[in-house]
């Protein structure tokens, strides 16, 4: 993004204002997709410190990458609400905000004075997202969470791993992240509406709710056997085969999600004669002997390098994919193309590599530089001026 921010303000939600007083990684994920998207974020930070996040590792600099990677193209602004003075100077910022995104356990915001009923009362225009680790109702409402303990609650970590190992968190924060897309959508949604009726609305989001609705298959198949669902390492539940692989040098996942693509399968392989075997004619048969085949396959992938298969499988038009690490991941010339890694030029760090906004819509640019993550309170006297102060 260029140095003036303006790229930050062109796509579909340019001249929407976000008052952020999230943290750490749930709410400043909603508002950093927002400003991917276009908004305005004004991070509002607690003074001295500032947002958690900016002290979590790793480091560039002294300044945090993990910081960067969450918060970048925002401004920040350090207020402490408990205080007249910056109490109104946030007030005045709500004057003109669109939206204001908080993920404090529920019951805080009331405390300062900053709820939903109070802030609707002065603000009718106001949008209010929440996210907490139980949302604003139900028993467990007051209770503090962190990703990994929805991750355990929610049901995702019994799923996650393989049989008779230890339980497993999901190698990334899908609690906080998973939460943080919810309430995207939540705020997407609720300036539409407020667009189409002229009515704000609040929006109520638990990091415990958005685990459940993550849990899709798994659910189903509880609520149709009565009986929960455990881990299976790499396969999947209900198609065969669709799982990971041994070949001569790795792994391989092959994705064969119909009868079709099974027989094409059997045919680059050079196996026709599974098409019409009993065991294999059907996804149901198929997963019966689910074990059976993996045997078969394993024996012919065992013979020739990923990268072989790889040449076979895609030929032969039958999903299939290697195993990368994040390395591999990031450098995939697939990511290169679809402006995935972008560039961060910052002050502090010297420039350093994100990942870039999934979200493409035509029309609308997609920089290949974003601008950086602010420094504490570094946009105070910006803000100050624009508010009159």
């Given at each position: 993004?260029a140095?003036?921010?303006?790229?930050?303000?062109?796509?579909?939600l340019?001249?929407?204002?976000?008052?952020?007083?999230?943290?750490i990684?749930?709410?400043?994920?909603?508002?950093?997709?927002?400003?991917?998207?276009?908004?305005?974020?004004?991070?509002?930070?607690t003074?001295?410190?500032?947002?958690?996040?900016?002290?979590?590792?790793?480091f560039?600099?002294g300044?945090?990458?993990?910081?960067?990677?969450?918060?970048?193209?925002?401004?920040?602004?350090a207020?402490?609400?408990?205080?007249?003075?910056?109490?109104?100077?946030?007030?005045a910022?709500?004057?003109?905000?669109?939206?204001?995104?908080?993920?404090?356990?529920?019951?805080?915001?009331?405390?300062?004075?900053?709820g939903?009923?109070?802030?609707?009362?002065?603000?009718?225009?106001?949008?209010?997202?929440?996210?907490?680790?139980?949302?604003?109702?139900?028993?467990?409402?007051?209770?503090?969470?962190?990703?990994?303990?929805?991750?355990?609650?929610g049901g995702?970590?019994?799923?996650?791993?393989?049989?008779?190992?230890?339980?497993?968190?999901?190698?990334?924060?899908?609690?906080?992240?998973?939460?943080?897309?919810?309430?995207?959508?939540?705020?997407?949604?609720?300036?539409?509406?407020?667009?189409?009726?002229?009515?704000?609305?609040?929006?109520?989001?638990?990091?415990?709710?958005?685990?459940?609705?993550?849990?899709?298959?798994?659910?189903?198949?509880?609520?149709?056997?009565?009986?929960?669902?455990?881990?299976l390492?790499?396969?999947?539940?209900?198609?065969?085969p669709?799982?990971?692989?041994?070949?001569?040098?790795g792994?391989?996942?092959?994705?064969?999600?119909?009868?079709?693509?099974?027989r094409?399968?059997?045919?680059?392989l050079?196996?026709p004669?599974?098409?019409?075997?009993?065991?294999?004619?059907?996804?149901?048969?198929?997963?019966?002997?689910?074990?059976?085949?993996?045997?078969?396959?394993?024996?012919?992938?065992?013979?020739?390098?990923?990268a072989?298969?790889?040449?076979?499988?895609?030929?032969a038009?039958?999903?299939?994919?290697?195993?990368n690490?994040i390395?591999?991941?990031?450098?995939?010339?697939?990511?290169?193309?679809?402006?995935?890694?972008?560039?961060?030029?910052?002050?502090?760090?010297?420039p350093?590599?994100?990942?870039g906004?999934?979200?493409?819509?035509?029309?609308f640019p997609?920089?290949?530089?974003?601008?950086?993550?602010?420094?504490?309170?570094?946009?105070?006297?910006?803000?100050?001026?624009e508010?009159?102060r």
């Open positions: 993004m140095a003036d921010g303006q790229h930050a303000r062109t796509g579909p340019a001249g929407i204002t976000v008052v952020d007083v999230s943290r990684l749930a709410g400043p994920y909603c508002t950093l997709l927002m400003a991917e998207l276009g908004a305005r974020v004004i991070k509002v930070e003074p001295e410190t500032g947002d958690d996040a900016r002290h979590y590792g790793p560039v600099n300044k945090s990458a993990y910081f960067q990677s969450i918060n970048r193209g925002k401004e920040s602004i207020l402490n609400l408990k205080q007249d003075d910056d109490k109104a100077i946030f007030e910022l709500l004057e003109t905000a669109d939206v204001v995104v908080e993920n404090f356990r529920p019951g805080t915001m009331e405390k300062l004075g900053y939903w009923d109070s802030l609707h009362a002065r603000y009718p225009k106001l949008i209010y997202a929440a996210a907490s680790g139980f949302g604003h109702s139900g028993p467990d409402m007051t209770r503090p969470a962190y990703d990994m303990v929805v991750q355990g609650m995702i970590m019994s799923v996650t791993g393989h049989p008779g190992t230890p339980p497993t968190r999901i190698g990334m924060s899908i609690g906080d992240i998973g939460s943080g897309l919810y309430a995207t959508v939540g705020v997407i949604s609720a300036l539409y509406h407020r667009a189409m009726t002229g009515e704000a609305t609040k929006v109520d989001i638990g990091m415990f709710d958005c685990q459940l609705a993550l849990l899709e298959n798994a659910a189903m198949r509880y609520f149709t056997s009565g009986q929960a669902p455990g881990p390492g790499a396969r999947h539940p209900s198609i065969t669709f799982e990971a692989f041994t070949t001569g040098d792994y391989i996942i092959i994705a064969a999600g119909n009868d079709s693509l099974f094409k399968l059997a045919d680059a050079g196996k004669e599974w098409k019409d075997d009993p065991r294999y004619v059907s996804n149901p048969k198929r997963a019966e002997n689910v074990e059976t085949l993996k045997g078969e396959l394993e024996a012919i992938l065992n013979t020739a390098p990923t072989r298969w790889m040449s076979v499988l895609d030929a038009g039958v999903p299939a994919g290697p195993i690490d390395g591999q991941a990031v450098t995939y010339p697939q990511a290169a193309a679809r402006n995935m890694i972008v560039d961060v030029e910052d002050p502090i760090t010297g350093m590599k994100v990942i906004n999934p979200v493409k819509i035509s029309g997609d920089p290949t530089t974003r601008e950086p993550a602010p420094n504490l309170d570094q946009d105070r006297a910006k803000i100050l001026k508010i009159g």
